[in-house]
């Protein structure tokens, strides 16, 4: 059964149809469906005029329509970093919103192009509600293949922002009051980073029933628990109350088919379980639910080259050999063991590395 909890109040701005819910509300819906009472939709929403343009950002954007545009149209030497694309999507009929956030770490690629693609293929016609996306957050790290700003800061690290900051708190600031006020639920798309690779994975606060219903229904790759660092898009836009996950496959810096695949097959399903398309609702099972991770990382005094010798996906038992740092100068070889069962859902590329790098992200299963 479609659990998403929706409340059908809807806020003052009538472009804006649905409310995130309550806590109360939220338990209630979970307990029905749990207990199987009541037949609740997988999404309610308010009775608004769905005739009157989407307004976002100072744009009107029809049902029935696709529009593009960038996010401010500004002179100053400092505008082109606010001037990243926004797509929207109005569908023809009423619906939720659901937002797409990528490039938020510039150099990485594969999210982008799902964003991309994900709204290529919309068929507005048929579309039930609103797609946002936000495909180049840091569109300038996009352009060059930098994982952070100009100014070197993390823009995912910079949330909710604050207008009179740094160029990555003042992006920040403008996603957060001027676009996700808008979304009823949020995927946020990245690939591992600088010289990693991750297994397609979501990343999501599993101890919320809304966000952990979002994170199941994506339907692809595993899913994995965390809250995600504070000043991250996800964990503040999980404290305002909306459903996010994080989709996290492959690696930095190149378009990988099979990721990017499996990104657009995942919002699809999303979009399903939304009920903002009729394609049928895909859910993970429960055993490709992680709770537990872990970096297996460079012993101290053993930095050297670094060379895997198992890979993203592998099933690891305790004392599994998973690679080996060679010293160049003295020949020396450090292996690698697990110490624990798990299964390897990042890796570092093989390549020079120092005391204490990630090499091997194991996740296992607990309770949490
Ligand atoms: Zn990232």
Redesign the pocket.
Known sequence: MRTLILNKKSRANASASYRRPGRHTAALVLLLCVTGIGAFPAVAYADDDWSAPFQLLGRDTAPGTKNKFQFIDGQSFEASYLNSPVFVARGAKPGPTLCLAAG??GD?LNGVEVARRVFADLDVQKLRGTVIALPAINAEGVRTGNRYLSDRRDL?RAFPGNAGGSVASIIAHAVFTKVLNHCDALVDL??A?NNRANVPQIRADLSNPAIRELALHFGVGIVLHGAGPSGSLRDEAAKTGIPVIIYEAGEPLRFEEDEIARGREGVRNVMAYLDMTDTAIQKVSEDQVYQKSKWVRAPRGNGGFFFPARGLGDIIRKGDILGKVIDPLTDEVYEIASTLDGVVVGVAVPQPVLSGYGLFHLAWHDSI
């Open positions: 938020i770490h990485e995912n990245h690939t980073s």
